[in-house]
């Protein structure tokens, strides 16, 4: 099992930054695959970014890459996102996940993970952005 937890949310003005963090108290997270995933009000959670598990390669949703910096720490056993620019329709709940793998091969080619193939979720952290 493993137990996740973010943290780094709060709540700020259009324009400002935020760092959230995804850690594991009990486990390493070294090897596994880390990946941010957001709701907002009335909406689908939908992916941000991750980052992968073997080389630390990262991905990014294409709408969201120009603001958003995933990366991990090893010493700390925490995966951050980098906030910035942040607007009012980035307010949501913030959830890191994590897995084997960022993508999985099928049908003859890689895609992204879908939300419900992750194994393992955290509580979330909230990020409300005012106009």
């Known amino acids: 099992q493993l137990r996740l937890v973010e943290s780094g949310g709060d709540s700020v003005q259009h324009g400002g930054s935020l760092r959230l963090s995804c850690t594991a108290p009990?486990?390493?997270?070294?090897?596994?695959?880390i990946s941010w995933w957001r709701q907002a009000p009335g909406k689908e959670r939908e992916e941000v970014s991750c980052i992968s598990g073997a080389d630390d390669s990262t991905y990014y949703r294409a709408s969201m890459k120009s603001r958003n910096t995933i990366s991990r720490d090893k010493g700390k056993n925490t995966v951050y996102l980098q906030l910035n620019s942040l607007q009012p329709e980035d307010t949501a709940v913030y959830y890191c996940?994590?897995?084997?793998?960022?993508?999985?091969?099928?049908?003859?080619?890689?895609?992204?993970?879908?939300?419900?193939?992750?194994?393992?979720w955290g509580q979330g952290t909230q990020v409300t952005v005012s106009s």
């Open positions: 996940a994590a897995d084997y793998s960022c993508h999985l091969y099928v049908g003859g080619t890689y895609r992204p993970r879908h939300e419900q193939e992750y194994t393992y």
């Open positions: 009990e486990s390493t997270l070294e090897n596994r695959a």
